[in-house]
């Protein structure tokens, strides 16, 4: 579920939920810090297409279609 929520920020491409979402899995999960602190460091470089699919890669979603 958090790491759903943490794609679908990224989809968006917000920032602060993408921020938000990786505190929330850093307080659940401490030794996930190392982690966190990378994908923090995609969303403050813009790099939501990337992390979102490093994150459908963990989940097995496939990729969106294309906006035309």
Sequence with gaps: AALQALLDAADLGYPRGVM?????????HPECAGW??????????????ALAE???????????????
């Design 20 to 28: 938000k979402q990786l505190d929330a899995i850093e307080a659940a």
């Design 36 to 49: 966190t602190a990378a994908r923090r460091s995609q969303a403050r470089q813009f790099q939501f297409e």
């Design 54 to 68: 490093l994150l459908r890669a963990a989940l097995a979603v496939p990729a969106e279609p294309p906006v035309p």
